[in-house]
């Protein structure tokens, strides 16, 4: 069994197509996935998801690149989605300074307010970093997540960051990026980083791992990605499968 522990069902890429990619995913063994809305659409759709399929979870929050977006209304409407079954995390949140949709100090604002919220809710947080690794670290670090942890969700950095967002409580999850041929500081990463604290994912539809690499992503070649860190770790698959569906399933609260 393998926990895809961050994807997107819910993009239009799949309009139409969600039971198929569901049970594609059953095929390769993907049997449990988080499906993660990060503006009010979205959201929404993973919830009507959640209910559609047994296997399926949702993971809602406000996305860095909508900070500007980010009002008491949402705010509110948020607070009452969280409490809705099979929400089982807050996110994805954080910083996002490639896309730069909003300035530094709006992201940060409404990122610490999500933090406290998923504070308020007992419940872990994903987080969305990218070319921000410093103050998203700042960031995790002064608001002192350790009581909810959560996930550095697609980790894209080295082996060194990794330990400090571990230190933090953070779970470290891995993406398709680390079967790519140049991604040797992911490589190393998802070989140290410690098994108790590993997960696994898609962030489908995009970054599809080899051999899918440039093709749309989905769910179940989560499997491609377990057979890569099995290699790296020099495991069998079916125990990095096996402690990745734990990982999940301690994180996220959840029972067999």
Partial sequence: MIF?????????????????????AQELGVTKMAVVGFDAATIAKTLELNQQFPGVYSIIGWHPTEAGSYTKAVEKQLEQQLT??????YGEIGLDYHWMEDPQDVQERVFRRQIAI?????????????????DTYRILKEEDVRDIGGIMHSY???????????DLGMHISFSGVVTFKKALDVQEAATGVPLERLLVETDAPYLAPVPYRGKRNEPGYTFYV??????????????VAKQTYENAQRLFRLAD
């Fill in 226 to 239: 377990v057979e890569k860190i099995a290699q790296l770790r020099e495991m069998a698959p079916e125990a």
């Fill in 118 to 134: 998923a504070k308020e809710h007992g419940l872990p947080i994903s987080i969305h970093m990218r070319e921000a690794t410093e």
């Fill in 84 to 89: 809705l079954p099979k929400v089982v995390a």
């Fill in 156 to 166: 894209s950095g080295d082996l060194e960051w990794a330990k400090r967002f571990l």
């Fill in 4 to 24: 895809d522990s961050h994807t997107h069902l819910n993009a239009e890429q799949f309009k139409g197509e969600e039971a198929a990619v569901v049970k594609r």
